[in-house]
């Protein structure tokens, strides 16, 4: 969604080639300045073809092989950075970027979503929801960037410097996008047909940052699993956690042992009632719930009548479980987290840690005392601002009504950010954009069994949302199921439903493949 002025186009007031220009080697970008920013390009550089194969990695230890390395075509390699400074206390900082622009452009261009705290530019290849192969691949233009400053994943202190914040909450993505757009139209000559912004947890959050603030940036947007609240979510997984504390064995200190509050069996015990109870909602007994939210199952009917054995827990089990699952609230009744959905990754001890097996409460946290849930819910509050908070701004009329589309999809065993609260927002959305159907425009994918952003145990965490958001912009074909894949479950494949419908199994053909399903609500 670009504004043609005359012969030129107008990227945020800074003017770049229009259709007709002549292209620009890679070399020669080395020296290319774009309008409107301090803009070094430190390298250009043509790379050829990467073959892919080999596996890419395990799904944890013990678990199947992870996809195949995705091959990378023939392309240009920019690196650069926007307005390097020296911040507080003498800290130098920069916007760090690069763009991938491949020799078979299909003239569109792909922001990557960042993760944690940014901290590093990585390589931009558009690997995530883009199915078998990475959107560089399939031939988009495609742009990375570290969001204003370096360090690892969990490194805040660039917080202390209120550009390099500012950066990291939104401006990075702006800068970085008009950068990036005008590198695309002097390569090749022609500025991009479509724009489009694909992201999970940090990038979900500023995949929804740029819905909310840059409606015009973008064509189609995808946020996964978005870290829009993190003081939030924090405080309830705080919450989750004190309560399997009180029921936890203690070490020789006296520390509790918070994984060890429910034993594997005990984990399993929940998760193995729970798909006995629901697993036949959708129409086939397969170790998939996809009608979770039809699923009134209660860890009460655990309960031991008698003695603990294999076959129930305790209630102060029960009672802890039903703390980490269920709704968190502040001492008037008002929700400050939801809780999370039953799901069968819900326990899994690979890669993430799923819900109820707990995350230790740092020694410096638990030495302040027991936790005052209404004291740090107004802490969290406080700091909604600074952490980016993007869960507050509902009204996309200009981002919809200018023709933008956007898909969320978040996995149902997530431990950091519930797919409830993704939910909850997208609800939202529905009411606050009326009277325009949000289906026009919106949809969202619930994966059950994948917990952050990919991966579980047992789940399809393999599906294009890259084609489906440009298929929904460029031809108006809106995503109705989305099929999905798994290297967990290998031969196997289901739909997506667009929340609120799920796969139903139509009563015939072969239950592992998405032909015999069908989207419900």
């Given at each position: 969604m670009l504004r043609l002025v005359g012969c030129s186009l107008l990227l945020g007031g800074a003017t770049v080639p229009a259709l007709g220009a002549a292209p620009t080697a890679c070399a020669d970008l080395k020296n290319f300045k774009p309008a409107g920013y301090a803009v070094e390009i430190d390298r250009a550089e043509d790379l050829a073809a990467v073959a892919g194969g080999g596996p890419a990695?395990?799904?944890?230890?013990?678990?199947?092989?992870?996809?195949?390395?995705?091959?990378?075509?023939?392309?240009?390699?920019?690196?650069?950075?926007?307005?390097?400074?020296?911040?507080?206390?003498?800290?130098?900082?920069?916007?760090?970027?690069?763009?991938?622009?491949p020799k078979n452009w299909n003239g569109r261009f792909y922001f990557q979503g960042g993760g944690g705290l940014n901290g590093a530019v990585s390589a931009p290849t558009g690997t995530q929801f883009a199915g078998d192969s990475s959107a560089l691949a399939q031939g988009y233009a495609v742009a990375s960037t570290d969001s204003g400053h370096?360090?690892?994943?969990?490194?805040?202190?660039?917080?202390?410097?209120?550009?390099?914040?500012?950066?990291?909450?939104?401006?990075?993505?702006?800068?970085?996008?008009?950068?990036?757009?005008?590198?695309?139209?002097?390569?090749?000559?022609?500025?991009?047909?479509?724009?489009?912004?694909?992201?999970?947890?940090t990038g979900g959050r500023e995949a929804m940052i740029m819905s909310q603030r840059f409606p015009n940036f973008f064509d189609g947007i995808v946020a996964g699993a978005p870290a829009m609240r993190t003081g939030y979510s924090n405080l309830g997984l705080r919450i989750a956690t004190e309560a399997l504390n009180e029921v936890a064995p203690r070490d020789e200190q006296g520390r509790p042992q918070t994984n060890q509050a429910l034993s594997e069996s005990d984990r399993k015990l929940v998760v193995d009632r729970f798909v006995a109870a629901c697993d036949a909602l959708d129409g086939r007994q397969d170790g998939l719930v996809f009608a979770t939210r039809s699923c009134g199952f209660d860890p009460?009917?655990?309960?031991?009548?008698?003695?603990?054995?294999?076959?129930?827990?305790t209630a102060a089990q029960v009672k802890a479980v039903k703390v980490v699952m269920g709704e968190?609230?502040?001492?008037?009744?008002?929700?400050?987290?939801?809780?999370?959905?039953?799901?069968?990754?819900?326990?899994?001890?690979?890669?993430?840690?799923?819900?109820?097996?707990?995350?230790?409460?740092?020694?410096?946290?638990?030495?302040?005392?027991?936790?005052?849930?209404?004291?740090?819910?107004?802490?969290?509050?406080?700091?909604?601002?600074?952490?980016?908070?993007?869960?507050?701004?509902?009204?996309?009329?200009?981002?919809?009504?200018?023709?933008?589309?956007?898909?969320?999809?978040?996995?149902?065993?997530d431990p950091w950010f519930s797919s409830l609260d993704t939910i909850q927002y997208y609800e939202r959305l529905a009411a606050d954009n009326a009277p325009t159907p949000l289906k026009d425009w919106s949809r969202l994918f619930l994966v059950p069994g994948m917990g952050h952003c990919s991966g579980g145990e047992r789940t399809l965490d393999r599906f294009n949302l890259v084609e489906a958001i440009s298929n929904w912009v460029e031809q108006d074909?809106?995503?109705?199921?989305?099929?999905?894949?798994?290297?967990?479950?290998?031969?196997?494949?289901?739909?997506?439903?667009?929340?609120?419908?799920?796969?139903?199994?139509?009563?015939?053909?072969d239950a592992k493949s998405a032909a015999s399903y069908s989207c419900r609500e």
């Open positions: 990695g395990g799904a944890g230890a013990g678990g199947p092989p992870g996809p195949p390395r995705a091959a990378l075509p023939a392309h240009c390699r920019i690196d650069g950075t926007i307005d390097k400074r020296t911040g507080r206390n003498n800290k130098p900082y920069a916007i760090g970027f690069a763009v991938a622009l370096t360090g690892s994943d969990f490194d805040a202190s660039f917080f202390e410097d209120q550009e390099a914040a500012l950066n990291f909450l939104y401006q990075a993505i702006e800068k970085v996008t008009e950068v990036g757009k005008q590198i695309v139209a002097k390569h090749y000559g022609r500025t991009a047909e479509f724009s489009y912004f694909v992201g999970c947890s009460e009917v655990l309960t031991c009548t008698g003695g603990k054995n294999a076959e129930c827990l968190k609230k502040a001492s008037d009744g008002r929700q400050i987290y939801p809780g999370y959905l039953y799901d069968t990754g819900i326990a899994t001890t690979r890669d993430l840690a799923g819900v109820l097996v707990g995350t230790p409460i740092p020694e410096g946290a638990a030495a302040a005392g027991p936790l005052n849930v209404d004291a740090a819910a107004a802490r969290a509050n406080e700091a909604r601002a600074w952490v980016g908070d993007s869960n507050g701004w509902t009204n996309l009329s200009s981002f919809h009504g200018g023709g933008g589309k956007l898909l969320f999809v978040h996995g149902v065993s074909k809106a995503p109705e199921q989305i099929i999905a894949t798994g290297t967990s479950l290998p031969g196997e494949s289901r739909p997506l439903c667009p929340y609120p419908a799920h796969p139903h199994y139509n009563g015939s053909g």
